[in-house]
């Protein structure tokens, strides 16, 4: 007796369905994917040609924004305390006020008549990065509310960085190469 094997016929792949869910699940997930945005924050570094003015010139008068391990100080002209903003009783800088003093500022500066767009950030070496970052961002600009929609207006764009000296030295009228500028 034989016995008669049948062959087995491979079976079609019925992949319409798998398909399909393709079709729906890419754009979906396309579409919730959050992209990496990148924020590239403008700085301004001072020419080399800065440092030569010649002795007879008053040199400008600068706003600087030290940023201390306790404290913020805001000197204007440089070396010159305008203000001093304590940490917050939870140990955090305290931006919402360091905002409204930069703001007030900028108010006293264009009632004199002077229109100042730069400022030098000076920290210390064991500044955090976030901490010197935030600060960039609240001295560039503030949210302000025109015809009922918040904007941003706009502060001290101009941004210079440097080392902060040492606490109880004055910076006197900080040259733009003095200091370590980054």
Same mark, same amino acid.
């Given at each position: &007796?034989?016995?008669?094997?049948?062959?087995?016929?491979?079976?079609?792949?019925? %992949?319409?369905?798998?398909?399909?869910?393709? %079709?729906?699940?890419?754009?979906?997930?396309?579409?919730?994917?959050?992209l990496?945005r990148? $924020?590239?924050?403008?700085?301004? +570094? @001072?020419? &080399?040609?800065?440092? =030569?003015? @010649?002795?007879?010139?008053?040199?400008?008068?600068?706003?600087?924004?030290?940023?201390?391990?306790?404290?913020?100080?805001?000197?204007? @002209?440089?070396?010159?305390?305008?203000?001093? %903003?304590?940490?917050?009783?939870?140990?955090?800088?305290?931006?919402? +006020?360091?905002?409204?003093?930069?703001q007030?500022?900028?108010?006293?500066?264009?009632n004199?008549?002077?229109?100042?767009?730069?400022?030098?950030?000076?920290?210390?070496?064991?500044?955090?990065?976030?901490?010197?970052?935030? $600060?960039?961002?609240?001295?560039? =600009?503030?949210?302000?509310?025109?015809?009922? =929609?918040v904007?941003?207006?706009?502060?001290?764009?101009? %941004?210079?960085?440097?080392?902060?000296?040492?606490?109880?030295?004055?910076?006197?009228? +900080?040259? @733009?190469?003095?200091?370590?500028?980054?």
């Amino acid at each position: &007796m034989r016995i008669k094997r049948r062959f087995k016929e491979d079976a079609d792949l019925d %992949i319409t369905s798998f398909m399909n869910l393709m %079709i729906i699940l890419v754009p979906v997930l396309l579409m919730s994917m959050v992209l990496a945005r990148t $924020t590239v924050l403008d700085l301004k +570094l @001072p020419d &080399m040609a800065d440092s =030569s003015v @010649p002795p007879t010139e008053e040199p400008p008068q600068q706003l600087e924004l030290i940023i201390r391990a306790d404290k913020f100080e805001v000197n204007y @002209p440089a070396g010159i305390k305008l203000k001093w %903003i304590e940490k917050t009783p939870a140990g955090e800088y305290d931006y919402a +006020l360091l905002a409204t003093v930069l703001q007030e500022t900028k108010r006293l500066l264009e009632n004199k008549g002077i229109e100042k767009k730069d400022i030098y950030i000076l920290s210390e070496k064991e500044t955090d990065y976030q901490t010197l970052v935030s $600060t960039m961002d609240t001295a560039r =600009s503030f949210k302000a509310v025109v015809a009922a =929609s918040v904007v941003d207006a706009e502060l001290f764009p101009e %941004i210079a960085l440097g080392d902060a000296p040492p606490p109880g030295e004055s910076t006197g009228a +900080l040259a @733009p190469t003095a200091g370590g500028d980054q």
